[in-house]
């Protein structure tokens, strides 16, 4: 079993049912045929005996020991149990008796077996490094993001709070019924009126998704007042704060790549005297 376990081809097998779980999964829809339905779960059974089978060989050949000393196993094997218990929720008389049992969350935790790749794509597994490498910067750049988030939904309630109205040429305020307690709210779906709203109004406009709609409702209120602040916004929060998230990111993927061809050079004897 140790010679299975060591073999190429024992690899191979071992992602062509990662991928095939993978597509299984995401060949589901909603209101598909009963035929199509039995056929995937059918898959899903097979990917799972095949996984428990990779795991009965490595334990076989490794032992119990050796297999517990390595983290990815343990990780293998955890996906494999969370496995069978889905199967043995969706097979228990209770499935049967409620049909809309959700079994999602522990179908979705199958799909962590993509992480897998990371062991055998050297690509990946650099990206996934500098991502980690770069934890400790991004941590603190996110802390000056959310800074700027409360500052500019403080600055934007100032401004536009309670403005939103048809004086201004809006529509009436619309009712909440389903807020706690219930409310009546801007009928613009982004506005100001508390620190909630303004937080996500904000972070709409960071993310570039259709901003200029609030800013033209926001010039209602004030050309200039609106002009000034959206500029100073989107200056701040776009163009400076999230762009250093991609800085960061890039510069670590340089040092990475330098750190990388400077093994290869000195792996291949580039630093021996002819």
């Known amino acids: 079993c140790a010679a299975i376990v060591a ?13 095939l779980n993978t597509a299984l999964m995401a060949s589901a829809y909603h209101d598909m045929p009963a ?30 020991v050796g297999y517990a000393r390595e983290g990815w196993n343990v990780f293998d094997g955890s996906l494999v149990v969370v496995s069978w218990v889905e199967v043995g929720m969706a097979l228990s008389p209770a499935a049967a008796a409620a049909p809309g049992l959700q079994l999602s969350v522990l179908r979705a935790l199958r799909l962590l077996r993509v ?3 990371m ?15 770069s934890a400790q910067q991004i941590a603190n750049l996110t802390a000056i993001l959310v800074l700027v988030i409360f500052c500019f939904a403080l600055l934007g309630m100032e401004a536009f709070r309670g403005k939103f109205t048809p004086a201004y ?8 019924p389903t807020a706690q307690p219930p409310r009546r709210v801007p009928a613009p779906p982004w506005h100001f009126e ?20 609030i800013f033209a409702d ?14 100073a916004l989107v200056v701040t929060g776009n163009f ?12 670590n993927f340089d040092q990475g790549a330098d750190a990388a061809n400077a093994l290869r050079w000195s792996s291949r004897g580039g630093g021996r005297r002819g």
């Open 115 to 117: 992480v897998k790749l």
């Open 119 to 133: 062991r055998r794509l050297r690509g990946l597994r650099m990206i996934a490094k500098t991502i980690t490498d």
């Open 35 to 64: 035929s199509m339905e039995a056929a995937l779960a059918a898959g899903d059974l097979v990917c799972t005996a095949a996984f428990t089978l990779e795991m009965a060989v490595k334990v076989l050949g490794l032992g119990a």
């Open 240 to 251: 400076v704060v999230l762009n250093l998230f991609i800085a960061i990111l890039l510069g």
């Open 7 to 19: 073999s190429p081809r024992f690899h191979s097998a071992v992602f062509f049912f990662i991928f």
């Open 218 to 231: 926001a010039t209602n209120v004030g050309l200039a007042v609106s002009a000034v602040y959206f500029i």
């Open 169 to 176: 040429g809006f529509e009436p305020y619309v009712d909440v």
């Open 194 to 213: 508390t620190f909630a709203d303004a937080s996500v109004t904000i972070f709409v406009v960071l993310s570039g998704e259709n901003w200029n709609e």
